[in-house]
């Protein structure tokens, strides 16, 4: 139980640290930022730097070319040649490299150790990005060098770097393209070293307000804690106060040192007991009249016995607890010999045991007429027999028959009232014996198969467990009463019933199911109330002698049932334990 109070303000510190930790993330985003920004501009500075040595390379080559005439593709293509790796040997650039429309690589000249012998790929989505815009800007890996590329759509004239195969010159206006790349690690050799330094600064930030925000809370959780234990003080006061139960405090000489206020009330009561002078008095003065134990009182979780005190017409439990049993740390030796005494008034708890014993009186009365109602039945039977007998008499003639069979159905009904009644009202000693439950099944679907249509209606088995153990009457007639339920539940729409079985834990499970129309809420509440029945013809007694042989079982019965959904009902049943005298050699079938 929760009983403390979170401080609603930290104060002026709590507001200066979170404003640190608010600074440092805003710093880190502002780092970031400024990182992005930068590497922005070196990616700008990058393409510019490309692309006009691009254009430089088309605008050398194409010059030579006009200068000394035209000449054959190849010695065009050896200067091309001669010219990358001038290029590449000053350093400027480290790779330089002509592509087909096709992305082939068929020129190129890159450092040493650092291109394979067979160039860098041109990615398809570079292809794609320079057919749409003429030109594209990204990275390519070689070995473990990582180069910033720039490739464009190389000048008229330009096809002449192409070899030809069929030995014919290359078509002037074919598509090249050209592609340099730059060592990345050179041009982020700053930028990477920035970006360490910012995230250096921005980390040792960050972790300094971070742990000041964690001493900011360990502070206060160690100044919630001084405050919680004052507050369980005061909660400890108040709930001793507020105990309906009362408490004495006793020193080693009897003498009350301490006293609830329900401990005052109740001895208040007494009439030479002053409530408000309870501390200070002898509490063997107090109860004096002490009964002797009592071997039927209940005991407390210790073992201790409840001692019982009848005075002026008050009914007190008393339970004495040696403080040294209730806290054997941080004591005296003088605090072991005290104790601790619990009061409670017991006068309601007697007056209504009493009341439940003028119940019994009044159930043996009920008993008395259920002896009267089982008188009803030889009556009944000569009723029945004349009403038979002019049924008889009056056959053929309406309605006058009509009339002799009303009756001779009402005397069945009353006749199955008055039996299951008699049953309700009758405790009955249960014959715990071990039952194979697929055999008692087996003979109740065999007795039940009369009294439904086998084409529209299915019974069917899955017991998982062989033996149960119960008394065999009462079980057939809990299963005998469920089943035809079931059975008369699917009469007009028709369905399966399963009857099942399985063990679980230390209970046997039975379940009758079926899939028929179900029961709403307060059908499935009122299912166990004698004489509660949705059927014209029931009696409303078949499931309340369900419910008793069950309990009498020391079982349950669970429903589950929902409208159109069908209806489960399970039969808990314990197994016997050690104290149950069962022949388990004698299996009962």
Not at 416 to 437: G, H
Not at 495 to 513: K, P
């Amino acid at each position: 139980m929760d009983i403390g109070f979170r401080q609603q303000q930290r104060g002026p510190l709590f507001l200066a640290v979170s404003s640190l930790v608010v600074f440092g993330l805003g710093l880190v985003f502002v780092t970031w930022q400024n990182l992005r920004q930068q590497q922005q501009f070196i990616d700008q500075h990058v393409l510019l730097s490309a692309r006009t040595m691009l254009r430089g390379v088309q605008t050398n080559l194409l010059r030579g070319e006009r200068r000394f005439g035209l000449v054959a593709p190849d010695i065009f293509q050896a200067r091309a040649k001669e010219f990358f790796g001038e290029l590449v040997a000053s350093g400027e650039v480290d790779y330089l490299g002509a592509y087909d429309k096709t992305g082939r690589l068929f020129l190129f000249a890159g450092n040493a150790g650092q291109i394979p012998p067979r160039g860098l790929d041109l990615p398809q989505t570079a292809q794609e990005v320079i057919k749409q815009t003429g030109e594209w800007l990204g990275t390519l890996k070689s070995g473990k060098t990582v180069l910033l590329a720039y490739a464009e759509r190389a000048r008229e004239g330009m096809a002449y770097l192409r070899p030809s195969r069929s030995g014919a010159l290359p078509s002037f206006k074919e598509e090249i393209i050209l592609l340099v790349g730059l060592n990345k690690a050179e041009h982020y050799a700053l930028y990477n070293t920035f970006k360490r330094n910012a995230i250096l600064q921005t980390g040792y930030v960050l972790i300094v307000a971070f742990t000041l925000l964690a001493l900011l809370f360990a502070y206060f959780r160690r100044r919630e804690q001084s405050g919680r234990v004052v507050r369980l003080e005061t909660f400890r006061s108040k709930l001793l106060d507020a105990l309906p139960d009362g408490l004495l405090t006793l020193d080693e000489d009897g003498i009350v040192k301490a006293a609830n206020p329900a401990a005052k009330a109740i001895l208040g009561r007494l009439p030479d007991v002053d409530g408000e002078k309870l501390v200070g008095a002898s509490f063997d003065g107090l109860t004096r009249d002490l009964e002797h134990v009592d071997e039927g009182a209940p005991a407390s979780s210790s073992g201790l016995i409840w001692q019982q005190l009848d005075r002026e017409g008050l009914s007190l439990e008393l339970l004495t607890v040696p403080l040294a049993d209730a806290f054997s740390k941080n004591m005296t030796a003088n605090d072991r010999d005290a104790a601790l005494v619990i009061l409670r008034d017991r006068t309601r708890i007697r007056s209504l045991e009493e009341a439940l014993r003028e119940t019994q009186k009044l159930a043996a009365i009920g008993r008395l007429a259920a002896g009267v109602a089982h008188e009803i039945r030889n009556p009944l039977s000569s009723l029945r027999g004349f009403a038979q007998f002019f049924a008889s008499k009056l056959k053929g003639k309406d309605p006058e028959e009509k009339y002799a069979q009303t009756m001779v159905s009402e005397a069945d009904r009353l006749n199955r009232v008055v039996t299951d009644l008699l049953f309700l009202s009758r405790p009955r000693a249960i014959d715990a014996k071990k039952i194979n439950l697929p055999q008692l099944v087996a003979h109740i679907c065999e007795l039940v198969s009369f009294d439904y249509d086998h084409e529209t209606i299915t019974l069917a088995t899955a017991l998982q467990t062989e033996t149960v153990y119960a008394d065999p009457d009462a079980l057939k007639q809990v299963l005998l009463n469920l089943i035809m339920n079931s059975l008369s539940a699917l009469k007009k729409t028709g369905g399966t019933v399963i009857v099942a079985a399985n063990h679980e834990l230390d209970v046997i499970r039975i379940s009758i199911i079926d899939d028929g129309p179900g029961m709403n809420p307060e059908e499935r509440e009122k299912a166990f109330e004698p004489f509660y029945t949705t059927k014209k013809s029931g009696s409303g007694l078949g499931l309340a002698i369900v419910h008793k042989i069950i309990r009498e079982h020391k079982g349950r019965v669970h429903i589950e049932s929902s409208p159109e959904k069908g209806t489960r009902v399970d039969i808990l049943l314990p197994e016997p334990t050690p104290s149950d005298s069962i022949n388990d050699d004698e299996i009962v079938s």
